[in-house]
């Protein structure tokens, strides 16, 4: 399939489930270097265009814990990087839950803490319609703690070796042995600790092989 049939394909899917009077939450998943914050800018550019919707686009990176407790297991904790990295609580709590209500516009919180500076971010709420589609990527996002709240779930596969070579293009504030160290002890365990214990690709709607950006496989449909 060529990536545009992809994108088109997913906007189809999304608009299908969408429901009148309601937005409709898209969670993108995959492990690191999977091709997610690509994925959601073009389907957003899609929707937006195409289907004249409201786009709603915050990353899993705006929800960071502070750097004390994301490292308090250890600065190469593959299960502290599971349990510590991200705060799902502040996700369900400033996100899902108010696009989950009844009534419409709402507000809400796109981010609320800033992981580089390692502070909270105290950015003025956004007003969403009843005409959204939130597309929120990142990882771990099937998880028990919030997977209820998602409408759509997206699955990006790709293989840790994929994986790491996209990111030693790709994370260039860490010497490539340090990044080589990050995604052998921390990165790719914790995504193992998580197929073991959430199975994602169950709870998935669709999953894509991405390993070929340009050529994608969709490997499950709902």
Not at 10 to 23: M, N, Q
Not at 28 to 44: F, H, P, S, V
Request: hydrophobic share 40%.
């Amino acid at each position: 399939m060529r990536r545009a049939g992809l994108l088109t394909f997913l906007a189809d899917e999304i608009v299908a489930r969408k429901r009148e009077g309601r937005p409709l939450k898209v969670g993108i998943d995959g492990r690191c270097a999977a091709g997610k914050t690509m994925l959601a800018d073009e389907l957003g550019q899609v929707l937006k265009i195409r289907k004249g919707l409201e786009i709603l686009r915050p990353s899993v990176d705006g929800f960071h814990h502070p750097r004390e407790r994301r490292y308090r297991q250890g600065e190469y904790s593959s299960k502290g990087y599971f349990e510590d990295a991200f705060d799902y609580e502040s996700i369900r709590r400033s996100l899902l839950e108010p696009l989950s209500g009844q009534v419409f516009p709402v507000m809400c919180r796109e981010v609320t803490f800033d992981y580089r500076a390692d502070l909270p971010v105290d950015a003025p709420p956004v007003i969403v319609g009843a005409n959204c589609i939130l597309l929120f990527e990142g990882l771990f996002l099937f998880r028990r703690e919030i997977n209820a709240y998602w409408d759509y779930r997206v699955l990006l596969d790709i293989d840790p070796d994929t994986a790491l070579s996209r990111a030693l293009v790709r994370d260039s504030v860490d010497p490539p042995d340090v990044t080589r160290r990050k995604y052998a002890l921390r990165y790719e365990p914790a995504w193992q600790i998580y197929e073991n214990e959430q199975d994602p690709e169950a709870r998935a709607d669709v999953v894509i092989d991405n390993r070929e950006i340009n050529s994608p496989l969709i490997l499950k449909r709902a």
